[in-house]
């Protein structure tokens, strides 16, 4: 979002506690009227607010903006990324790896993940995401429970994830996508890879995923990057 005057913020933080607002009853004190009306015009041609009547109101694009900002100062929040992260293995007792190329995990191992999209549900996004790193589809996946998993390095935040687990089961040893700029995709035993080259939290969650199945699971995981 770009930076906002302070007018505007203080005109969308009235109707963030209103339905509707007159246009007095938005107006700042000791803000004159045309300095006023200008700003709100501003809002108005955004499409962040809109006139009904006699009377000012959010639109549904200001709606969404209240979602996402601070309430205090009107600016975006850093806010958690919400991921599905699928575990698959094969016949063979392999374990379907993703190798990222690009930062903050460069050439670490994990599952194939990615960040839900507005739009979606979340066995939605977990399908997605399977087919565009690794190419594979139809694999029925299970939704076995949530990781929050925070990330430091130098004891300085890397990411903070809240990661969905699906798992699944493919027939056979089925071929993988080509290698992309984005990653490599490939099976592994995963006693073949070192924890120290594995995604945070990789290693917490298989141990959740190999106990006892007493439904969904949630976990939160604090783990420092080599």
């Keep these: 979002m770009p930076l906002m005057h302070h007018i505007q913020r203080k005109i969308l933080s009235r109707l963030m506690h209103a339905q509707t607002l007159g246009y007095a009853q938005m107006r700042p004190e000791r803000v004159e009227s045309n300095h ?30 209240a979602d996402r900002v601070s309430h205090q100062n009107m600016t975006l929040r850093t806010q958690p990324h919400i991921v599905t992260s699928i ?25 194939p993940q990615g960040r839900l999209h507005y739009d979606e549900h979340i066995t939605e996004a977990a399908a997605r995401e399977l087919t565009e790193k690794t190419g594979l589809t139809g694999i029925p996946l299970s939704h076995r429970g949530m990781v929050y998993i925070h990330a430091t390095r130098a004891d300085e935040t890397v990411s903070k994830i809240l ?24 099976w592994i035993r995963p006693d073949e890879i070192a924890p120290v080259d594995c995604m945070p939290g990789f290693s917490e969650v298989r141990d959740l995923l190999s106990a006892p199945d007493n439904g969904l699971f949630f976990a939160e995981v604090e783990t420092a990057m080599a």
């Excluded at 501003?42 to 959010?58: F, H, I, T």
């Design 87 to 111: 575990y698959i293995t094969n016949e063979a007792g392999e374990q379907l790896m993703y190798q990222h190329l690009f930062q903050p995990y460069l050439d670490l191992y994990g599952p």
């Design 36 to 65: 006023f009306a200008y700003h709100l015009d501003q809002l108005l041609r955004e499409g962040l607010v809109a006139k009904q009547d006699r009377s000012y109101a959010l639109t549904p694009k200001g709606l969404a903006l």
């Design 163 to 186: 990661a969905h687990i699906f798992t699944g089961t493919a027939q056979g040893r089925p071929p993988l996508a080509d290698p992309s700029e984005q990653g490599i995709c490939s």
